[in-house]
């Protein structure tokens, strides 16, 4: 799939096959995120992919704002070192690329954010990580269901979000 | 070019040839911004599109850890705004849509930092930036010049960064 189509296609989704995702896919997935770029190249990342249908069950439970990941036969955990410079940038960074490449495989996955401090100590907690480090996001991942597609959201009008050498002097198309 | 392949072969790129860089391609930059995904889809960037050559020149004189810029056809600024939940996270996301985008299409690019207070100061000032909204990076883009291929960081092993159901559990290749 061309890049920019997929980047026009990229839809996000929250509904997954049950199908497992070969060991191969997986792997693209988390090279992705390891040849992202960091600030200073630190790569500040850690990846866990999980696919223990007990621990992606538990997952679910935790994270109330995203209970379908328990449907997900993968869930990539996205963490990131204490002492990195820009934890949030970086992390975008490289879950976009994880996300893009899935999604021209034909995965979906869905950004769920663990912002509640006490979902953050238990999903630590249930997968180990320790406590200093940042948990940035658990993404579920999935092959996509047939027909649903998603509502592919709105964007707002490019003149309003890209300007003209100048903020405020708006880029026309 | 395919989206793993462009993962993987994407560099930095702190050298640009001259070549002005078509409005159809700047658009197309434009839109793999805008269609990344948000927090809520909050949608809370801006993106400016310099291709002034006194602007451009003076961005890389006061950017002084990215001078490399003044010789770009092309500085991409992108502008978080102040209510934003995740600004870092959204912006990672849509800077890395643009940089893949980019890539694909014979462009390279390089994240610059603007992190001094003066040089904030300066920048919005330059660009008519709203004092309360946040400038998370100038992203210089030009043509790539044949040959210079990038030097290609090294990455860590992959089993010291990605992880199987539990943190500390090497994901083995």
């Known amino acids: 799939m061309e890049v920019f189509d997929c980047v026009r296609r990229r839809r996000t989704v929250r509904e997954y096959k049950p199908d497992q995702i070969p060991e191969e896919l997986v792997l693209k997935l988390l090279q992705a995120g390891r040849w992202s770029p960091s600030s200073s190249n630190s790569q500040p990342w850690h990846f866990i992919a999980i696919q223990d249908p007990e621990t992606i ?3 679910g439970e935790i994270a109330t704002q995203g209970t379908f990941m328990a449907n997900a036969p993968l869930i990539m955990a996205i963490v990131i070192a204490a002492d990195s410079v820009r934890p949030q940038l970086d992390a975008g960074r490289a879950l976009q690329q994880m996300e893009l490449v899935g999604w021209s495989e034909g995965l979906g996955t869905c950004f769920v954010g663990v912002r509640q401090a006490e979902q953050q100590k238990a999903v630590k907690e249930l997968l180990g990580i320790p ?4 948990l940035i996001t658990l993404m579920p991942y999935g092959y996509r269901v047939p027909g649903a597609r998603g509502r592919g959201i709105p964007r707002k009008p490019m003149a309003e979000i890209a300007h003209r050498d ?5 880029f026309q198309e």
């Open 57 to 59: 069950k538990r997952l």
């Open 131 to 134: 406590e200093e480090m940042e």
């Open 166 to 170: 100048r903020f405020g002097q708006p």
